[in-house]
């Protein structure tokens, strides 16, 4: 039966595998009556849309919507795209009574992702709108299946560090126990590679980029990887491990 109000559903699609991806997303996506999937041109196949086309059928309705993602100087063209945006999905979520609009995102949708920005927008523009979201699996997870790294046991702490927040805060997490993960840094890895010398933690460092696409690369602890390496690249710095199995029980 269908819901009396307008819902949009934020979508975790993993990292870009198509088998990393729930039952429950597929099912909600299949169910949706639209699928909405971020890009930043109306001509590109994104990482999101490319993983949903998966899953669905060919006649799924797919919409694009733009998104100033690489947008962080000109704050005005950012707000701009992200009006334009909020507005586009709204008329998609009121062209039904009870509309559910599906909004597909890589990785999860409560971290660091699109979908929330979005849905704070909507709620100011579709009255009574359901937001609700399914949890998709991380690049950090991914990233540690690959190699096998532990990404915590026992009391250890799990620090995630966006690099837009800058090396000075990397080198800090770092400075501390447990794990520390590090995502977005292709552009300034180097920044990076100088955070884990300075720390004493390169040695077992675990550098991934394209996770879960056909041109992934992940490297062998303690060696970044060469060449240019793309926006959404991965760090995992394990944390120092002694007193045996199950030794911080």
Same mark, same amino acid.
């Given at each position: 039966?269908?819901?009396?109000?307008?819902?949009?559903? $934020?979508?975790?699609?993993?990292?870009?595998d198509?088998?990393?991806v729930?039952?429950?997303?597929?099912?909600?996506?299949?169910?949706?009556d639209?699928?909405?999937?971020?890009?930043?041109?109306?001509g590109?196949? $994104?990482?999101?849309?490319?993983?949903?086309?998966?899953?669905?059928?060919?006649?799924?309705?797919?919409?694009?919507?733009?998104?100033?993602? *690489?947008?962080?100087?000109?704050?005005?063209?950012?707000?701009?795209?992200?009006?334009?945006?909020?507005?586009?999905?709204?008329?998609?979520?009121?062209?039904?009574?009870?509309?559910?609009?599906?909004f597909?995102?890589?990785?999860?949708? *409560?971290?660091?992702?699109?979908?929330?920005?979005?849905?704070?927008?909507?709620?100011?523009?579709?009255?009574?709108?359901?937001v609700?979201?399914?949890?998709?699996?991380?690049?950090?997870?991914?990233?540690?299946?690959?190699?096998g790294?532990?990404?915590?046991?026992?009391?250890?702490?799990l620090?995630?560090?966006?690099?837009?927040? $800058?090396?000075?805060?990397?080198? $800090?997490?770092?400075?501390?126990?447990?794990?520390v993960?590090?995502y977005?840094?292709?552009?300034?890895?180097?920044?990076?590679?100088?955070?884990?010398?300075?720390t004493?933690?390169?040695g077992?460092?675990?550098?991934g980029?394209?996770?879960?696409?056909?041109?992934?690369?992940?490297?062998?602890?303690?060696?970044?990887?060469?060449?240019?390496?793309?926006?959404l690249?991965?760090?995992?710095?394990?944390?120092?491990?002694?007193?045996?199995?199950g030794?911080?029980?």
């Open positions: 039966m269908r819901a009396s109000a307008p819902r949009i559903v $934020g979508v975790g699609m993993g990292p870009g198509p088998e990393l729930t039952v429950k997303a597929v099912r909600v996506l299949r169910e949706a639209v699928i909405v999937v971020p890009v930043m041109d109306t590109e196949l $994104g990482r999101a849309e490319a993983t949903v086309r998966q899953h669905v059928a060919g006649d799924a309705e797919i919409v694009r919507v733009v998104f100033a993602l *690489n947008e962080r100087e000109d704050r005005g063209r950012r707000e701009a795209a992200w009006d334009a945006a909020g507005t586009r999905v709204a008329e998609l979520l009121r062209g039904g009574g009870g509309r559910t609009v599906a597909a995102t890589i990785g999860d949708p *409560n971290v660091y992702s699109t979908f929330t920005y979005l849905a704070e927008t909507l709620r100011g523009l579709v009255p009574g709108l359901v609700e979201t399914v949890p998709g699996i991380t690049a950090m997870q991914a990233l540690a299946a690959a190699s790294t532990v990404l915590a046991e026992g009391t250890e702490p620090t995630l560090v966006p690099m837009t927040a $800058g090396q000075d805060v990397l080198r $800090g997490a770092l400075e501390g126990p447990g794990t993960v590090a977005k840094f292709g552009r300034v890895a180097g920044q990076v590679a100088a955070a884990l010398a300075e004493g933690r390169a077992d460092a675990v550098w980029a394209a996770l879960g696409l056909p041109d992934e690369r992940i490297a062998e602890p303690g060696t970044p990887i060469e060449g240019a390496l793309p926006y690249s991965t760090l995992i710095a394990p944390a120092a491990r002694t007193g045996g199995r030794g911080k029980l």
